[in-house]
Nanobody, 127 residues
Framework: LQLVESGGGLVQPGGSLILSCTAS????????IGWFRQVPGKEREGVAC????????NIADFVKGRFTISRDNSNTTVYLGINNLQPEDTGVYYC?????????????????????WGRGTLVTVSS
């Protein structure tokens, strides 16, 4: 089971990106999904998560107002929208899920128990 992130790149401060998370060999539709990032010098941290249906989402307080999460179950993709990018957002962004649909949850404290990860997509914010 493998998650695949895409959409990263070099962006100027104040710019926007939409990152995508898909799966190479299973459908994401039955899984709650979390987005995480690892910025230089820090541990991986959760930034957003979404329930299986998309009815529930959670955005970390430190990015609230700039990050959004959504999913399109018709094409089995989960998106992370990032606005007003800042240099401190530079890092590798990952999506995570449980190994089974019953594992991994989006809660009011973020995504719980991620077991699957993609290789990440690099976001670089620089002028």
């Amino acid at each position: 089971l493998q998650l695949v992130e895409s959409g990263g790149g070099l962006v100027q401060p104040g710019g926007s990106l939409i990152l995508s998370c898909t799966a190479s060999d299973f459908t994401l539709n039955y899984y709650a999904i979390g987005w995480f990032r690892q910025v230089p010098g820090k541990e991986r941290e959760g930034v957003a998560c979404i329930s299986k249906s998309g009815a529930y989402t959670n955005i970390a307080d430190f990015v609230k107002g700039r990050f959004t999460i959504s999913r399109d179950n018709s094409n089995t993709t989960v998106y992370l929208g990032i606005n007003n990018l800042q240099p401190e957002d530079t890092g590798v962004y990952y999506c995570g899920a449980g190994k089974q649909p019953s594992r991994g949850r989006c809660t009011d404290s973020g995504y719980r128990d991620p077991e699957l990860w993609g290789r990440g997509t690099l976001v670089t914010v620089s002028s």
